[in-house]
């Protein structure tokens, strides 16, 4: 016995199409940040932290974001660090060092962007800044284009913001359910 299954892959491509479409406007508009390429062929990012623009390599790799020490040492001065941990970090060159994590409000990748706190891990020397997981989940969902170079946070809108000081309570906005799934 022959089954004809093309009309039952029809429908499921329809009903496929259709559910993406709910889940694109379930999710609104994202905020779409432009980004440069850099010397290493790595996609940077312009971060305001305290008032001065820093460029961060975004860094999907990377489980927290990096500061380097003239960083560390600025925000330190102006009392924007608050240690948490010492840690043992392996270096790209394969030594072990200990290095210092500490929590900020410092940093805002737009203005209508700004996560509550973040920790960083903090690199002796003059590195790159590194743009961690721990700070770009919180902002999931996130698409990174390649042409144009653009980083997409659907969970970082002014309209969001709008919605968080209206509703009154920061445990339901999609930001919060977004990093919950994310630690999950």
């Known amino acids: 016995m022959r089954h004809n299954i093309r009309p039952s892959c029809n429908a499921l491509a329809l009903m496929l199409a ?6 694109e406007s379930a999710q609104g508009e994202e905020l779409r940040l432009p980004l440069h390429q850099g010397s290493g062929g790595g996609f940077e990012l312009e ?4 008032g001065q623009t820093e460029t961060f390599l975004v ?36 030594r072990v060092r200990k290095l210092e994590v500490f929590r900020t409000q410092a940093l805002a990748i737009d203005p209508s962007c700004t996560p509550q706190a973040v920790e960083v891990l903090v690199v002796p020397g003059k590195g790159r800044n590194l743009l961690g997981m721990n700070m770009l989940s919180s902002f999931a969902p996130l698409t990174l284009a390649v042409s144009p170079p653009t980083l997409g946070l659907a969970g970082c809108t002014a309209e969001e913001e709008e919605q968080t000081a209206d509703a009154g309570s920061e445990a339901t906005t999609p930001r919060d359910i977004a990093a919950l799934s994310v630690d999950r």
């Open 59 to 94: 860094d999907t790799g990377a489980a927290m974001v990096t500061i380097n020490g003239a960083l560390a040492k600025r925000l330190r001065h102006d009392h924007l660090l608050d240690p948490v941990r010492t840690v043992a970090g392996r270096m790209a060159d394969g």
């Open 47 to 50: 971060l305001e932290v305290a």
């Open 18 to 23: 259709a559910c993406l479409c709910l889940v």
